[in-house]
């Protein structure tokens, strides 16, 4: 079992920055791959970005690369999401999750294990 707490989320205005970050306990955390992913109202869940066990390796949504960055710290047993030059579109609610890495498109992990959610909005 492995316990997700996002934090950092809030209102911003466009152009600008936040840091999310998600701190895990539990089982060993190393052992998963971790991603972001966010629900805006009316829409269905998307994968933002995944970091490999290691963290050594990263992937991005098309909307997010070059603006977002995933990072890890296995000895904190915590997982960031930078988010620069944020945008209205942006505007949801990020969640963290932990999965088995299956495969290199992580979209097709086995996330077993999610946070609550934090709300992040980007006003225009």
């Known amino acids: 079992q492995v316990q997700l707490v996002e934090s950092g989320g809030g209102l911003v205005q466009a152009g600008g920055s936040l840091r999310l970050s998600c701190a895990a306990s539990?089982?060993?955390?190393?052992?998963?791959?971790m991603g972001w992913f966010r629900q805006a109202p009316g829409k269905e869940r998307e994968f933002v970005a995944a970091?490999?066990?290691?963290?050594?390796?990263?992937y991005y949504a098309d909307s997010v690369k070059g603006r977002f960055l995933i990072s890890r710290d296995n000895v904190k047993d915590m997982v960031y999401l930078q988010m620069n030059n944020l945008n209205p579109e942006d505007t949801a609610v990020y969640y963290c999750?932990?999965?088995?890495?299956?495969?290199?498109?992580?979209?097709?992990?086995?996330?077993?294990?999610w946070g609550q959610g934090t709300q992040v909005t980007v006003s225009s």
């Open positions: 539990g089982r060993t955390f190393s052992r998963y791959g």
């Open positions: 970091a490999s066990w290691s963290g050594a390796t990263t």
């Open positions: 999750a932990a999965a088995r890495v299956r495969g290199s498109d992580p979209k097709n992990w086995s996330y077993d294990y």
